[in-house]
């Protein structure tokens, strides 16, 4: 799986727009970009996924790179509950029957949201 | 709907100990998968378990087990445990075996004295 980079802190003030960038220049071409975040002693939880085209649910939208080889996470309107520690994670397809739930998580950035 | 539930929360034991713990995925999931969570390692995927298989494996010694049974619930075992092992210990389920939407619990943390 390819690997990410995110920076390791961001600071956004509540009701803006958060973005958080995650560079994959390594991702090939049948690779998705997931998007998790940890809240502090809870569980990861699934926030959306890609693989070329943009997609939006109702935590937030995924921008990614015509090239694929970066994505940018949006939260529209940043709350002090979105605090939290965000995962970008690059992921394989099922290849030749190698289907997998395995996710490697890099160490993601620390969301700090400020009143 | 319940989310995924683990058991225990929180336990302590001494070296040399081993120890169960267990997970009860979302009604209808049929995979299950362990993560480690370690201040200095960071979320290490453990195993993961799909129609009472083990389907894949991380790179942790023979002493992490695991099983999954016919109801999908899902334990794994430590044994002769190292303090290094003291951590938060996640279970995750999906629907269906080979998508990367997990959803995880709130992890079984244990403290190895």
């Known amino acids: 799986d390819a690997k990410t980079t995110q920076p390791p802190s961001m600071d956004c003030a509540e009701g803006r727009a958060a973005n958080l960038p995650c560079n994959h220049s390594t991702i090939s071409g049948n690779e998705y970009v997931y998007w998790y975040r940890q809240i502090h002693s809870q569980g990861p939880q699934y926030i959306i996924h890609?693989?070329?085209n943009n997609e939006t649910n109702e935590m937030a939208s995924l921008i990614i790179t015509e090239d694929r080889k970066s994505s940018t996470l949006i939260l529209p309107h940043a709350t002090l509950r979105d605090t939290a520690v965000y995962y970008c994670?690059?992921?394989?397809?099922?290849?030749?029957?190698?289907?997998?739930?395995?996710?490697?998580f890099g160490t993601g950035t620390l969301l700090a949201v400020q009143p | 709907k319940a989310g995924v539930t683990q058991t225990p929360r929180y336990l302590i034991k001494t070296r040399g100990q081993q120890v169960t713990l267990s997970c009860s995925p979302i009604?209808?999931?049929?995979?299950v998968s362990w993560y480690q969570q370690t201040p200095g390692q960071g979320l290490q995927f453990l195993f993961e378990y799909f129609s009472e298989t083990q389907r894949n494996k991380g790179n942790f010694p023979g002493r992490f087990s695991g099983r999954q049974f016919s109801n999908s619930r899902s334990e794994m075992n430590v044994s002769t445990l190292e303090l290094g092992d003291s951590a938060l210990y996640l279970c995750a389920s999906s629907l269906h075996w080979g998508t990367g939407e997990l959803f995880f619990g709130e992890g079984s943390r244990l403290t190895v004295l």
């Open positions: 009604s209808g999931h049929r995979s």
């Open positions: 994670i690059v992921r394989g397809g099922n290849l030749y029957g190698g289907a997998t739930n395995k996710l490697i």
């Open positions: 890609g693989l070329k």
